[in-house]
């Protein structure tokens, strides 16, 4: 059974890195037709997606996110990163990894984590 | 970036009760639209993809309609745990957006 678990350090530093790593059960990142991202939900608010990759294609970053993103992948170990850098107290937020298929919406995510940006 | 607008922000509904829910986009996202549904403290749950396409495991009083820029879910006979917030989302262009969602609440 696929499952993503999502982890992270909970509290940033403003102006610091965020690294977030998402480890993958049940199945390889490489496996061909998958695709894997990153989606956020600051407190209180909606969702915002942050990018999606397939494993040895491309990747999709929201242009919001100003090139602060960086994707970055361990198939050794069956995990995918984000690195957020320039951290603001936006950044504050629920950041969930998932799942989706060729030509379709993500519909696997791992439970969350909440990052915390603060002095 | 394609604008997708959710209405109404909340929707009261007595329970057993149909509730039908709209999402618009700015422009054209074909069929390339989902719906999920998020309960407090819970990463959200693919409801419809494909506009009309219930996901796996999906309870068919959800259903889903739609192509172009106009889309609706309607729940038919609202059960207790249907009373949580639901999102749109168009997967037809970069970058991926979501609907600002619609609070469905007991009346």
């Known amino acids: 059974q696929l499952q993503l678990q999502e982890s992270g350090p909970g509290l940033v530093k403003p102006s610091e890195t965020l690294s977030l790593t998402c480890t993958v059960s049940?199945?390889?990142?490489?496996?061909?037709?998958?695709?894997w991202g990153w989606i956020r939900q600051p407190p209180g608010k909606g969702l915002e997606w942050i990018e999606t990759?397939?494993?040895?294609?491309?990747?999709y970053y929201n242009p919001s996110l100003k090139s602060r993103a960086t994707m970055s992948v361990d198939a050794s170990r069956n995990q995918f990163s984000l690195r957020l850098s320039s951290v603001t107290a936006a950044d504050t937020a629920v950041y969930y990894c998932?799942?989706?298929?060729?030509?379709?919406?993500?519909?696997?995510w791992g439970q969350g984590t909440m990052v915390t940006v603060s002095s | 970036e394609i604008v997708m607008t959710q209405s109404p922000a909340t929707l009261s509904v007595s329970p057993g009760e149909r509730a039908n829910l709209s999402c618009r986009a700015s422009?054209?996202?074909?069929?390339?639209l989902a719906w999920y549904q998020q309960k407090p403290g819970q990463a959200p749950r693919l409801l419809i993809y494909?506009?009309?396409t219930r996901a796996t495991g999906i309870p068919a009083r959800f259903s889903g309609s739609g192509s172009g820029t106009e889309f609706t879910l309607t729940i038919s006979s609202l059960q207790s745990e249907d009373f949580v917030v639901y999102y749109c989302?168009?997967?037809?262009?970069?970058?991926?957006?979501f609907g600002q969602g619609t609070k469905l609440e007991i009346k």
């Open positions: 998932g799942r989706r298929l060729l030509n379709a919406p993500f519909d696997i």
């Open positions: 049940g199945v390889s990142i490489s496996s061909s037709n998958y695709f």
């Open positions: 990759f397939y494993y040895g294609g491309s990747t």
């Open positions: 422009q054209s996202v074909s069929s390339n």
């Open positions: 494909g506009a009309s």
């Open positions: 989302q168009q997967y037809d262009n970069w970058p991926r957006t």
